[in-house]
């Protein structure tokens, strides 16, 4: 598995355009398909902000983009805060992939109700995306899009599958290696 830090001392020395932010720690209920469902972040990961803050090396973002998702706008607005930054921006092109239809559900009761939709998904969920949910094609395209049109220097806080499928488009890998990319919880990366 290809850790964050490894990705970060391969980019140490070079001028970021953007920093990459995966949101901080959340109150992940255990066996539920999450995606986009909404659950606050746990204390854990305000402790994250606020040693981020504390650590913060160089420049202030200029801006600050947020996936409008609870988690990563409650990261963006704390850490602003402490940084004394500008307000953040949200953008709902950074938002986790869509599960559509499953969100929020136990994955137990998916599987009961809905095992051959599940295993078609599982079989490509790079084209194919869970009953109104997305694929992973298109989370490159919208998360491609909004690199695209940030600013350098621009902080964008979003969420661990999003982030893995941008960098696996961005290399030209495979997007099913998209969860290889260990994004720890409030920790930066700088894409050049």
Known sequence: MRCLPVLLRALRGVIAKLTLLRHAHAQRPE????????HPLSNRG?????????????????HIISSDIGRARE???????????TEPLLDERLREISMGD??????????????????AWGDNWVSCG???????EQVALRMQAVV???APGTLLISHRGA????????????????LNYAFANAAPASLD
């Open 31 to 38: 066996g539920r398909c999450i995606g986009q469902w909404e």
């Open 46 to 62: 305000f402790d994250e902000i606020r040693a981020l803050a504390q650590g913060w090396a160089g420049p202030l973002p200029r």
């Open 75 to 85: 990261t963006a607005n704390t850490l602003a805060r402490l940084l004394g930054a």
């Open 102 to 119: 499953w969100e929020g559900r136990a994955w137990d009761e998916i599987y009961a109700r809905e095992a051959e939709e599940v295993d």
């Open 130 to 136: 869970p009953p109104g949910g997305e694929s992973a």
């Open 148 to 150: 695209s049109d940030s």
């Open 163 to 178: 982030l893995g499928i941008l960098l696996c488009s961005r290399a030209g890998r495979p997007l099913t290696h998209a």
